[in-house]
Each structure stands twice: as C-alpha cells, then as structure tokens.
C-alpha cells in the first residue's frame, strides 16, 4: 500500500519543519459530525507559492519553532503534536492564538482543558480546536463488526479509534457548552461570553491507519477517504514480506516524535542494516516498531512491525451513549 509523497514537503529538511509541513498537507483519519481541521486558506496559506515561501522562511529562520517545540522531543507525540499546532496558529497570516491548554474549573475540580482558541484577525468570533494525532493498527478479527472502530487499536494496545472518538464528541468538544467554559472565556478575553461571541468547534485529528498485511478489513466507520494507510504483520513474516520487495529498497525505524513526516530518502538505510536492527529489537519481548519503506519505483510504504504474541491487550468498545 503505497504512501503518496506530500506535495511541497520535500523542500523541507529541517526536522521540525517537516513535520509543520506534513501537519498542513496530511488529511484527517476520520470525519466526525464536527468541523475539520482549519483549512490551509482559512490560515492564510491556501496558494502553494505562498506556502512553500511560508516554509522557506522557516528553514532559514527555525529558532521560533524550536523554541516552542522546547522539551517536548523527549516527552509524548501528543504533547509536541499540540506545540506543533500552537506555533502554526500564531505563526500563520491568517490566524491570532488566543490560548492554549485553558484549564476549565468548577471549584477546585478541573473539568477539563479547551487545546486551543484561535480567530482570525479582525473577526469576533473564536475557535475551539482539539486536536489529537493517532496512529492505529487494524484487527481482522477483534470486537464488533468488521469496520467497527473498536478493531483499530494503539500499537500499545492501551486505546481504540472507538475510545478515542468518543471521548472527543461527548467530552472534550463540549467542554464549551458549559457555563464554566463561558466564564473562563469571559476572564480571558474581557468581555461577554455568552451568545455575544459565537464559539466555533473544530476537530484536527492527522495519523495513520494500518491495514493488516494478508487479511482483508474494510475502513472503520467515519474514516476520511483519503486517510493516510500503511501495513502490520509480525516479526515472523518479515522475511516474506521483505522477498517481495524491490532490489535497492532502503528503510528507516521511525523514532518518537517524528512519526509524521517520513525521512528524506539521503537519511535512509539499506535493507540488510535495517533488518539486522529488526533482529536486534524483537530478540527479547519488545514494543511495535514503526517503519519506513522507499524504492524509486515502488514510492513510500509504511509499516508496522510488531511481536509475534502482539497484540497482549485490546481495550474494550466505549459505553453507548445513554
């Protein structure tokens, strides 16, 4: 299942940038009943000159991305997914950052926190945009039916697309119902909260989903049309995979943060290097293991890797809805 290459991101080299590029470029996994994403013309960089201008910019003068990056290289994906969104949104023309992670309280009880609030320059009304990034591999056999989003789980085994969605339509995308929300809003922007300033919710949820190698299983409910897809199979079946693949395929073991964009393909190893790092990895009990796959003739491939006893947990289906 090959990856197609993003337009305007190969231009990019430095880390950071490329993965601010993949974040604009990159569809989300699924189309929920809110809002998407904020388009590319809505931040101000909906010509392709402009963008790759924009970028440019950025690989020459990249202290202000790593400044809001800071620590986050060494702490969770979703925590440098959220700076990624933070820098975009006050860095991009057509956007002003109001606030970030604005913890919302009912006493000493914190209820919840709104991701981010953005509006555009010169308008009233205001954001509210959660984001969340996810990458989940697909069950052929698991709960529910074949396109459930309970069969699409976290390479740790600790989350579902199913949990995940649900949390994000019952509880975080209407924090700003609640007359709590209205209140905190009410502090930070110094005037009425109420029907006077109209709250606009808005979802971002990039990743990838990956399909079973050899076993057929159909998108889960809601999924994009043009989500991003890679493969899963065992350590066991690495040989014959590998003996299907091009001579002069090269590879890369992606590293944490940087499981958006792929690697340029100068920093990509040959397969014998690759596989022998593989062995290595699963000679004892061993976590997931992200890869990518590049042959001039074949494109990007994504995979998953994972240990032959994998998957050790699968979190159960959400509560329905009452």
Same mark, same amino acid.
């Given at each position: 299942?090959?990856?197609?290459?993003?337009?305007?991101?190969?231009?990019?080299?430095?880390?950071?940038?490329?993965?601010?590029?993949?974040?604009?470029?990159?569809?989300?996994?699924?189309?929920?009943?809110?809002? /998407?994403?904020?388009?590319?013309?809505?931040? /101000?960089?909906?010509?392709?000159?402009?963008?790759?201008?924009?970028?440019?910019?950025?690989?020459?003068?990249?202290? =202000?991305?790593?400044?809001?990056?800071?620590?986050?290289?060494?702490?969770?994906?979703?925590?440098?997914?959220?700076?990624?969104?933070?820098?975009?949104?006050?860095? +991009?023309?057509?956007?002003? #950052?109001? +606030?970030?992670?604005?913890?919302?309280?009912?006493?000493?009880?914190?209820?919840?926190?709104?991701?981010?609030?953005?509006?555009?320059?010169?308008?009233?009304?205001?954001?509210?945009?959660?984001? +969340?990034?996810?990458?989940?591999?697909?069950?052929?056999?698991?709960? *529910?039916?074949?396109?459930?989003?309970?069969?699409?789980?976290?390479? *740790?085994?600790?989350?579902?697309?199913?949990?995940?969605?649900?949390?994000?339509?019952?509880?975080?995308?209407?924090?700003?119902?609640?007359?709590?929300?209205?209140?905190?809003?009410?502090?930070?922007? *110094?005037?009425?909260?109420?029907? +006077?300033?109209?709250?606009?919710?808005?979802?971002?949820?990039? =990743?990838?989903?990956?399909?079973?190698?050899?076993?057929?299983?159909?998108?889960?409910?809601?999924?994009?049309?043009?989500?991003?897809? *890679?493969?899963?199979?065992?350590?066991?079946?690495?040989?014959?995979?590998?003996?299907?693949?091009?001579?002069?395929?090269?590879?890369?073991?992606?590293?944490?943060?940087?499981?958006?964009?792929?690697?340029?393909?100068?920093?990509?190893?040959?397969?014998?290097?690759?596989?022998?790092? #593989?062995?290595?990895?699963?000679?004892?009990?061993?976590?997931?293991?992200?890869?990518?796959?590049?042959?001039?003739?074949?494109?990007?491939?994504?995979?998953?890797?994972?240990?032959?006893?994998?998957?050790?947990?699968?979190?159960?289906?959400?509560?329905?809805?009452?």
């Amino acid at each position: 299942m090959p990856t197609a290459p993003l337009p305007l991101l190969e231009r990019c080299h430095h880390p950071l940038v490329r993965d601010l590029a993949w974040l604009l470029l990159a569809p989300d996994l699924v189309t929920m009943p809110w809002p /998407g994403r904020p388009s590319r013309a809505a931040l /101000g960089l909906g010509d392709d000159a402009r963008l790759a201008e924009w970028l440019d910019d950025l690989e020459a003068w990249p202290e =202000g991305l790593e400044a809001r990056i800071g620590d986050t290289l060494q702490g969770r994906m979703g925590l440098y997914h959220e700076r990624l969104w933070q820098f975009l949104l006050d860095a +991009a023309p057509g956007t002003e #950052l109001l +606030a970030h992670n604005l913890r919302i309280l009912r006493g000493k009880q914190t209820l919840g926190e709104l991701d981010l609030l953005y509006r555009h320059p010169g308008q009233p009304e205001v954001t509210h945009l959660e984001v +969340a990034i996810k990458y989940y591999l697909g069950l052929a056999e698991g709960p *529910g039916a074949p396109d459930d989003q309970a069969r699409w789980i976290g390479p *740790g085994g600790a989350d579902s697309l199913a949990g995940k969605r649900e949390h994000l339509h019952r509880h975080q995308l209407r924090l700003t119902e609640r007359p709590e929300t209205r209140d905190a809003l009410q502090a930070l922007l *110094g005037r009425c909260a109420d029907g +006077a300033l109209p709250v606009t919710r808005r979802l971002a949820m990039p =990743g990838v989903l990956f399909y079973p190698w050899h076993a057929r299983l159909p998108p889960p409910r809601e999924a994009h049309p043009a989500h991003l897809r *890679g493969h899963w199979f065992p350590w066991r079946e690495w040989r014959r995979y590998r003996h299907g693949l091009a001579a002069g395929c090269r590879g890369a073991r992606l590293i944490k943060p940087h499981w958006l964009a792929l690697p340029r393909p100068e920093r990509l190893l040959p397969l014998s290097e690759l596989e022998a790092q #593989l062995a290595e990895h699963f000679r004892a009990p061993a976590s997931p293991v992200q890869l990518a796959l590049w042959h001039a003739e074949m494109g990007w491939r994504r995979l998953f890797v994972v240990a032959d006893d994998w998957p050790r947990q699968i979190p159960l289906p959400p509560t329905p809805a009452p």
